[in-house]
């Protein structure tokens, strides 16, 4: 049976303080996501900015459709804070190669329907690749939905995350099979 708040994650990487804590230090919930990937943290990180361009995850749910790209595209790795991520996000903190943070827009019907929300991806080396880890804090909107959001929300979550790290492990992995295959 999968944890809905803690998937693919270890106890010491749920454990460990994620840049987004330092934005909400005391969230209603937090949730982990991890995945293991064979690519080096840089070309990890290459697929994370892409994320200024689509959500890789359902994209008939999340992005009205339209297919996430399937190849880089360069310009979105020039990152600057106050950036829009997803079309919901602005980027709020980063470390090039290591770590993207998001903050939902403030104000706008996404955060009226999933409260005040967070995300920081962190990209670790590990054995011959890399872990890509999330981490989401939030804190609820007050009232009824709220109550329902507590239900729905880290299922719901878990379903688009798990599908949105997947495709970039196979993104990340594809780019760096295609790079390895130039260089040879």
């Known amino acids: 049976m999968w944890n809905v708040r803690h998937w693919g994650t270890t106890a010491e990487e749920g454990a460990r303080p994620f840049p987004c804590d330092r934005w909400m230090p005391e969230p209603d919930e937090a949730f982990h996501r991890g995945v293991s990937v064979a690519a080096a943290p840089e070309a990890v990180f290459r697929w994370l900015c ?87 804090v939030l804190r609820y909107p007050p009232g009824a939905w709220g109550r329902v959001l507590r239900r729905l929300l880290p299922a719901g979550d878990l379903v688009m995350m798990r599908r949105q790290l997947l495709n970039l492990k196979r993104l990340a992995e594809n780019l760096e099979d295609f790079e390895g295959r130039d260089r040879a």
Do not use: C
């Open 50 to 136: 892409q994320l200024r361009a689509a959500p890789y995850s359902y994209d008939w749910i999340d992005n009205w459709g339209r297919a996430s790209p399937q190849s880089l595209t360069p310009e979105l790795d020039r990152l600057a804070v106050g950036q829009r991520f997803m079309t919901i996000f602005e980027l709020v903190e980063f470390e090039p190669e290591r770590q993207l943070t998001l903050r939902m827009l403030s104000g706008g019907l996404s955060e009226r329907l999933f409260g005040n929300l967070l995300v920081t991806y962190l990209v670790v080396p590990h054995e011959a690749g890399s872990r890509l880890l999330a981490k989401l």
